[in-house]
Nanobody
Framework: VQLQASGGGVVQAGGSLRLSCAAS????????LGWFRQAPGKEREFIAQ????????VYSDSKKGRFTISRDNANGTVYLEMNNLNSEDTAVYYC??????????WGQGTLVTVSS
């Protein structure tokens, strides 16, 4: 499966942004999809994941409330809605596909810059 993230850009602090990740190809072993981010000089961190049906979601504790993951299986897209953004949210955001317990498929990333 190939993943293509989009929707990044520059947003003012306090604003909102929705990222999209289009999945193409088919691999029935890749079920959950998720979002990660990597800020400059920091390690990549987990944000959220969503099950293949979209009924189950898991969030990083620090992202609960401001970030919402969803998916539209009809068009093969997973979304990340981000609200009340601040400068610490500036990062490259990646979508990923999970096989068992491992994240094995990665998109190219989309840059989000929050300006104060």
């Amino acid at each position: 499966v190939q993943l293509q993230a989009s929707g990044g850009g520059v947003v003012q602090a306090g604003g909102s942004l929705r990222l999209s990740c289009a999945a193409s190809g088919h691999n029935p072993k890749i079920t959950n999809l998720g979002w990660f981010r990597q800020a400059p000089g920091k390690e990549r961190e987990f944000i959220a994941q969503i099950s293949s049906s979209g009924r189950r979601t898991v969030y990083s504790d620090s992202k609960k409330g401001r970030f919402t993951i969803s998916r539209d299986n009809a068009n093969g897209t997973v979304y990340l809605e981000m609200n009340n953004l601040n400068s610490e949210d500036t990062a490259v955001y990646y979508c990923a596909g999970k096989w068992g317990s491992a994240w094995v498929a990665w998109g190219q990333g989309t840059l989000v810059t929050v300006s104060s």
